[in-house]
């Protein structure tokens, strides 16, 4: 190959790939719009579960391209915990309800908070089964949900892997992964027993990567803390934890030190490990997730608290 040819070689070979990509995201974006309209189609009285991060933000994202002109025709229910990050809350406020105008039902479980249940004296398998799954399963029967939308998708985690698009919970709101229909060719089953309720993912098919690279492309507002900076931090059992307030209990020994860390998942924040990364657009991480050996969710300790974690927590309704 001559000198000369070179550039126009690799010139060749990006626009290549950007027109791959280009074309990969344009399909997942494709399902994802029709699997939505469909859970319209379908359901009675479904809504979108906003935890507030980067996979909530994408398919609200596809909320509102699926039902433009319009509001996406679904209110969007956040479990909050009361232990977010307050620059998640803060986002959620800014962005959903004011930016966008959407009806988002913050729903606590005030008994929970009444009896002190937090994340330091009462572990995280017994703090996320009161402060997230029972207000969940709560908040969709006050409600008289049939369909809860979320943004889960099967690279995450080996449970996540073995849901359906549709994925059935019986009256009680539990999931039995032996007990779930066949998803041929793109066919749906909808039907359900009138006291059933169903978890909806559009993201099913979606990496990691595709969700930053169609950040990336779509220009989706996302929460600050994905972006690398300066931030408190110790290190706690492995992870990297951010003292994001003054309910941080330190352990004897801990002090806090400014490491510059981003998150590649939120949740609550005494919970939830950041990593060392100085990626501080969209464009760098991107370049991160195609260069990183480590999974996602390696930060969040409710996935370890025992054997099969997330899988018991599903089965007792859990999102």
Known sequence: ???????????????????????HLAMLEAESI?????????????????????????ILHLALKAFYPGKPPFPLLHIDSTWEFREMIEFRERHARRELGLDVIAYVNEEGVRAGINPFDHG???????????????????????????????????????ERVFSFRDHQHRWDPRNQRAELWGLY???????????????????ELDIWQYILQEQIPIVPLYFAEPRP????????????????????????????????????YPVTGAIESTATTVEAIVHEMLTTRLSERQGRAIDRDEAAAMERKKRQGYF
């Open 34 to 58: 029709y699997i939505l309209r469909e859970v319209i189609a379908e359901l009675d009285n479904p809504v979108l579960l906003y935890s507030i991060g980067k996979d909530s933000s994408v």
């Open 233 to 268: 931090t110790v290190e706690r059992d492995g992870d990297l934890i951010v003292v994001d307030d003054q309910r941080m209990r330190l352990r004897d020994g801990e002090t806090p030190e400014m490491k510059t860390v981003r998150f590649r998942t939120l949740g609550c």
């Open 124 to 162: 995280s398998s017994v703090y996320t089964d009161v402060m997230r799954t029972q207000p969940l399963r709560e908040a969709l029967t006050k409600h008289g949900f049939d369909a809860a939308i979320g943004g889960g998708r099967r690279d995450e985690e080996r449970s996540r892997a073995k």
């Open 189 to 207: 089953n909808t039907w359900k027993k009138s006291d059933e309720c169903l978890r909806v993912f559009p993201l099913s098919n979606w990496t």
């Open 1 to 23: 190959m001559s000198e000369a040819a070179a550039p126009a070689q690799a010139l060749h070979r990006q626009t290549s790939q950007h027109h791959e990509r280009s074309a």
